[in-house]
């Protein structure tokens, strides 16, 4: 399912469950809205209070993500590397942007480095965690 088709269905969802809710606390009366509407206040507050500990606890992870980019030369994801990194080499201008190739780069362990649908006249590379010197090329003087 693609990502506009399914953010769509959750506007949809979401609409229609704040309208269900209005009806019903409409149908309820005042006071037992009121009750209602404490009840269920209680609960929201509680699963925010769960989503953020666990959102802080757990992280985001720090993945890096070219998806989707348009390059006309490389692409490099370089994180965690202990040392120097020399990105350079031929003096070659960059060269026209090519169609999404058909097979999406990513990292061998999955820790969110990723590079899927993205067009490069050059390399794609994606280096982590280095703990001595990465050379993509001999840097020009």
């Keep these: 399912m693609g990502s506009s088709r399914w953010r769509w269905l959750v506007w949809v969802g979401a609409g229609i469950s704040v309208v269900g809710l209005a009806v019903f606390l409409w149908g309820e009366g ?8 404490g009840v269920l206040g209680l609960f ?3 699963a925010g209070l769960v989503l953020s500990v666990t959102g802080g606890v ?8 070219a998806d989707g980019a348009a390059a006309g030369g490389s692409v490099r994801l370089v994180r965690n590397v202990k040392g120097d990194v020399v ?3 031929g003096g070659a201008a960059p060269g026209p942007v090519p ?9 061998a362990a999955g820790d969110g480095q990723s590079a899927r649908g993205t067009r490069a ?3 794609v590379n994606l280096v ?3 703990e ?3 050379r993509f090329g001999e840097q020009q003087p």
């Design 30 to 37: 005042l006071d037992r809205a009121n009750q209602w509407a």
């Design 44 to 46: 929201v507050g509680l």
């Design 58 to 65: 757990r992280g985001r992870g720090g993945g890096q993500s």
């Design 87 to 89: 990105i350079g080499g």
């Design 99 to 107: 169609e999404a190739s058909a097979a999406p780069v990513t990292d």
């Design 121 to 123: 006249g050059g390399d």
């Design 128 to 130: 982590d965690g280095v």
């Design 132 to 134: 001595g010197s990465v």
